[in-house]
């Protein structure tokens, strides 16, 4: 199919599973947020989180990745005990389904409960950073990715700057890297994020997506996280997160023609139908 000059990575180990990165897979985003219709509806919102994650995978999503905490800059903090009782029976319950679900958090205490309650992904913003994480990762066999971000959430958008944006991302995201294998964690475990929206102005944005064949080359999978993002909007001019459904469709048929392998999204079903596409055009001679 595709010919480089580098190696692109095929295959990425998630705990027992070895997902197979020969055509590009769609990470749905499962949100478990307080229900604002009800005070304490915890089991709504129980509920409402494992009907969406299902739906999406019958939509066509490959990895489910479920979250607990807002990372929008100026967004609550949320405490060891509430992200795990929002995240971990959400985890559970679509992992006994069958699904490859990954876990969006920074917390080792969510990453090792949700580890415990069947996730095969961690997927950490923050790159393992917060003390714990990494001994976490270490000892799980899961699928690890690692993103880059300058600041953290509260501050990253006051002011992104770099002298060189691309060589700064990827020199970090190989120092993370290191520091895990470190650790003991194996290379085949490891998945590279350049942190889309994460510290970076519109232009920032715009030329990691341009550039995301220097990434594939690293060698590791390469994720890309663009979905319904501010930058997105600003380019389409949708001021609407819940209208940026085309514009985030196009970005990520972008990043996968680029080689991104792992595309996390809102909206799986419109991704899917692009991808069906674009793989039409790939499979004909
Ligand atoms: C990302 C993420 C991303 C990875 C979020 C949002 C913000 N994880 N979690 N990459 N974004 N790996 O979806 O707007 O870009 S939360």
């Given at each position: 199919?595709?010919?480089?000059n580098?190696?692109?990575?095929?295959t990425?180990?998630?705990?027992?599973?070895v997902m197979?990165l020969?055509r590009?897979l769609?990470?749905g985003?499962?949100?478990?947020t307080?229900?604002?219709?009800?005070?304490?509806g915890t089991?709504?919102?129980?509920?409402a989180?494992?009907?969406?994650g299902?739906?999406?995978?019958?939509?066509?999503?490959d990895?489910?990745?479920v979250?607990?905490?807002?990372?929008?800059?100026?967004?609550?903090?949320?405490?060891?005990e509430?992200?795990i009782r929002?995240?971990v029976?959400?985890?559970?319950e679509?992992a006994?389904?069958?699904f490859?679900?990954?876990?969006?958090t920074?917390?080792p205490e969510?990453?090792?409960?949700?580890?415990e309650?069947?996730a095969?992904?961690?997927?950490?913003?923050?790159?393992f950073?917060l003390p714990?994480?990494?001994?976490v990762?270490?000892?799980?066999?899961?699928?690890?990715?690692?993103?880059?971000?300058?600041?953290?959430?509260?501050t990253?958008?006051?002011r992104p700057?770099?002298e060189d944006?691309l060589?700064?991302?990827e020199?970090y995201?190989?120092a993370?890297?290191?520091?895990?294998?470190?650790?003991?964690v194996?290379?085949?475990?490891?998945?590279?994020d350049?942190g889309?929206g994460?510290?970076?102005t519109?232009?920032?944005?715009f030329?990691i997506?341009?550039?995301?064949e220097?990434f594939?080359?690293?060698?590791r999978p390469?994720?890309m996280g663009?979905s319904?993002?501010?930058?997105?909007?600003a380019?389409?001019n949708?001021p609407?997160?819940s209208?940026?459904?085309?514009?985030?469709?196009?970005?990520?048929?972008?990043a996968a023609?680029?080689?991104a392998q792992?595309?996390r999204?809102?909206?799986?079903?419109?991704?899917r139908e692009?991808?069906?596409?674009w793989?039409?055009?790939?499979a004909?001679?």
């Amino acid at each position: 199919m595709q010919k480089d000059n580098f190696e692109r990575a095929t295959t990425w180990q998630c705990r027992d599973r070895v997902m197979d990165l020969s055509r590009p897979l769609i990470m749905g985003i499962v949100n478990v947020t307080p229900d604002s219709f009800s005070d304490g509806g915890t089991h709504n919102e129980f509920e409402a989180a494992v009907a969406w994650g299902k739906r999406l995978a019958e939509q066509g999503a490959d990895i489910l990745d479920v979250g607990g905490e807002s990372t929008r800059p100026g967004a609550a903090e949320v405490s060891v005990e509430e992200e795990i009782r929002r995240v971990v029976p959400v985890v559970r319950e679509l992992a006994r389904e069958g699904f490859a679900v990954s876990v969006d958090t920074s917390k080792p205490e969510v990453m090792q409960a949700s580890l415990e309650a069947g996730a095969c992904i961690l997927n950490d913003i923050r790159a393992f950073e917060l003390p714990g994480a990494e001994e976490v990762a270490a000892q799980s066999g899961a699928g690890l990715v690692i993103m880059h971000m300058q600041g953290t959430p509260q501050t990253m958008q006051n002011r992104p700057d770099y002298e060189d944006l691309l060589g700064e991302i990827e020199a970090y995201l190989k120092a993370r890297e290191a520091a895990l294998l470190a650790k003991g964690v194996r290379l085949e475990q490891i998945c590279w994020d350049a942190g889309f929206g994460f510290g970076k102005t519109f232009e920032h944005n715009f030329s990691i997506l341009k550039h995301t064949e220097r990434f594939v080359a690293g060698g590791r999978p390469y994720l890309m996280g663009l979905s319904r993002k501010t930058s997105i909007g600003a380019a389409a001019n949708q001021p609407d997160p819940s209208k940026r459904i085309v514009s985030s469709v196009a970005g990520a048929l972008l990043a996968a023609e680029r080689g991104a392998q792992i595309v996390r999204v809102h909206d799986v079903k419109e991704t899917r139908e692009a991808f069906d596409v674009w793989q039409a055009m790939q499979a004909a001679r």
